[in-house]
T-cell receptor
């Protein structure tokens, strides 16, 4: 089956610093990747959709200057949380699809971000 | 945004019991998906239901899609501790191919 990895699995950073999270499709080319955020005991909330080689589309209420998304290749998307604050602490999950359309998304294992 | 409401939000049962989890919406979906998520991990797809009235079985799990394609249910027979996790339903948004997730049902099965 299709495998999506995320790195790091967990990260602790100080308030005001930036942190980068990587999402990789290991055995397929991902034309589209999605970034979700999940707070404890809550569901996944879509943050943005990124297509390879183009700018990401952000959901309403998500600050694009704070959450920088780069999808520079067909196997890698990155999410950079800039000037992180404690309220950015969350579980960040990416998913990837091999085609543009309503096809199955393959989810990564998530990255736990804690901002102190 | 098409909202998906799940009930119950929490469920704690003993091993061997049966349970049903519901996913409801006022919107029509072309398909609905069910995922299971364990703590600290990403969600794993269990099933996709596409046709109104469709019933799919996955071992002790039975999934049903409502005739009007606005709701779905997940029934687990003889629950086991390994069934413990967060069950999420999800559907594609009208505007594209991003997934909208319900709030989830957190299931705890105790021995």
């Amino acid at each position: 089956g299709a495998v999506v990895s995320q790195h790091p699995s967990w990260v602790i950073c100080k308030s005001g610093t930036s942190v980068k999270i990587e999402c990789r499709s290991l055995d397929f080319q991902a034309t589209t990747m999605f970034w979700y955020r999940q707070f404890p005991k809550q569901s996944l909330m879509l943050m943005a959709t990124s297509n390879e080689g183009s700018k990401a589309t952000y959901e309403q209420g998500v600050e694009k200057d704070k959450f920088l998304i780069n999808h520079a290749s067909l196997t890698l998307s990155t999410l950079t949380v800039t000037s992180a604050h404690p309220e950015d602490s969350s579980f960040y999950i990416c998913s990837a699809t091999w085609a543009s359309g309503r096809v199955e998304q393959y989810f990564g294992p998530g990255t736990r971000l804690t901002v102190t | 945004t098409q909202l998906l409401e799940q009930s119950p939000q929490f469920l704690s049962i003993q091993e061997g019991e049966n349970l049903t989890v519901y996913c409801n919406s006022s919107s029509v979906f072309s398909s609905l998906q069910w995922y299971r998520q364990e703590p600290g991990e990403g969600p794993v797809l269990l099933v996709t239901v596409v046709t109104g009235g469709e019933v799919k079985k996955l071992k002790r799990l039975t999934f049903q899609f409502g005739d009007a394609r606005k709701d779905s249910s997940l029934h687990i027979t003889a629950a086991q501790p390994g069934d413990t996790g967060l069950y999420l339903c999800a559907g594609f948004s009208n505007s594209g191919y991003a997934l909208n997730f319900g709030k989830g049902t957190s299931l705890l099965v105790t021995p």
